[in-house]
């Protein structure tokens, strides 16, 4: 899926952004680059380790058919280069004197090692914005460390109220904190571009994916022992400041229930006595805030299948509904493609790729209705972009470019 040049104009049109970006920020570029900045993936000569996180499209494993780096990476053009290399180094000099943003995940104090660091880019370019994507951000004691997607679920709070009590913490279904950080740092950076804009300054943007997730997490914290006097526990699929909640199993699958209000207990205590006959259900113990219920919430559940596994999905859902209650369906991976909401707004979009059809990615995570989100171009493959920006853009002869590649500089 490429874009028609008659189209609208694209948001961000005009802007340059240089990634060198594994798995924790590649999504940041993939922001900027679907709304329309000409986004430059560096990656080492031979490609990315990246290409090979699995799925594979039509399982076969290959660095051009990784199905995240394939989803990650759409928009951008991409090159090789070793900035180990001084050649590598001062070509990378050369992009960075003509881009707005850099997005890096490499360890805290490599590009500065390197030449290529903060001080040495802003004075290469002042209103340059440089972003930083760790794992625990540029200072601390675990600057340092290395982390990744678990670590930062697990620092972060989420996986301690993740599973069931009697079970140990689990981690979050894919990639949620290198998603969360990427969500981030597009954010932050596009506000240090636009103070960039009426100053002319750039400056260093610093994003701790630990930091993040503690962010977005912040429910298991202090904050519901205060508010609610709630000790956050893992509950299963419920939530644990929300009883009842969860997963029930229906004739056909499963519906998710969340309780909070005292209305919104009476109603559903109601209807499972209606059809079940259940007399304890209405007893006045269980009226109140979710905190009233806390230490039944087992019994509960068992009363509440009860009735919902009388029902399909569609039943519970749209009954509880009409009872003002939050019951929605749990839709599996295969339904979530077939949803007719997501299909209505033509959320999937095929992109081409190498020696495939096509393969179907996720569209949007934003619309604007003046200046739309689009993939332009799938994936590049490993040095796709090396001539046409080397050669084309920075001038460099073809007998050069060889001796660079022999040299193993791209």
Not at 283 to 297: A, D, I, K, M, Y
Request: hydrophobic content about 40%; glycine content about 10%.
């Amino acid at each position: 899926m490429v874009s028609d040049p008659h189209e609208a104009p694209a948001a961000l049109a005009g802007r340059r952004v240089l990634e060198i970006a594994d798995e924790q920020g590649a999504y940041c570029g993939k922001l900027f680059a679907d709304m329309g900045a000409d986004v430059v993936k560096i990656e080492r000569p031979g490609g990315d380790a990246s290409r090979l996180v699995p799925p594979f499209w039509g399982d076969e494993p290959h660095p051009e058919r990784s199905l995240p780096f394939l989803y990650a990476n759409t928009s951008k053009r991409g090159v090789t280069l070793d900035l180990e290399q001084a050649s590598g180094r001062e070509i990378f000099r050369r992009l960075a004197a003509r881009a707005d943003v850099v997005i890096e995940t490499l360890p805290p104090r490599t590009l500065d090692a390197l030449g290529l660091g903060w001080d040495d880019l802003h004075a290469l370019r002042p209103e340059l914005v440089l972003t930083s994507i760790t794992g625990f951000g540029q200072s601390g004691p675990r600057a340092g460390w290395r982390s990744s997607d678990l670590v930062a679920n697990a620092l972060g709070g989420a996986a301690m109220v993740t599973g069931y009590a009697e079970d140990p913490p689990v981690r979050l279904a894919g990639s949620h904190a290198h998603v969360m950080a990427s969500t981030n740092a597009a954010a932050a950076t596009m506000i240090a571009l636009h103070h960039a804009a009426r100053t002319g300054a750039g400056q260093h943007v610093d994003i701790s994916i630990q930091e993040t997730m503690v962010a977005v997490t912040h429910i298991c914290g202090v904050g519901k022992w205060l508010d609610d006097g709630i000790v956050p526990r893992r509950a299963g699929t419920g939530l644990f400041a929300s009883v009842p909640s969860g997963a029930y199993r229906c004739r056909d699958g499963l519906a998710y229930l969340m309780i909070n209000r005292p209305a919104h207990w009476r109603a559903l205590a109601e209807w499972v006595h209606e059809e079940t006959g259940n007399e304890a259900i209405l007893s006045p113990l269980f009226e109140g805030p979710s905190s009233q219920r806390l230490e039944e919430r087992e019994l509960l559940d068992v009363w509440i299948e009860d009735l919902t596994s009388r029902h399909t999905v569609r039943e519970v859902v749209q009954q509880g509904q009409r009872r003002h209650l939050a019951f929605t369906a749990v839709q599996s991976a295969e339904e979530v493609i077939r949803d007719p909401q997501l299909a209505a707004r033509g959320f999937f979009v095929e992109v081409g790729t190498e020696g495939a059809d096509g393969v179907r990615l996720p569209g949007a995570p934003y619309r604007h209705a003046r200046t739309p989100w689009r993939i332009r171009r799938p994936a590049p493959r490993v040095g796709e972009h090396d001539v046409e920006i080397y050669c084309g853009e920075l001038g460099i002869g073809e007998d050069e470019l060889d001796r660079l590649r022999a040299e193993g500089a791209i």
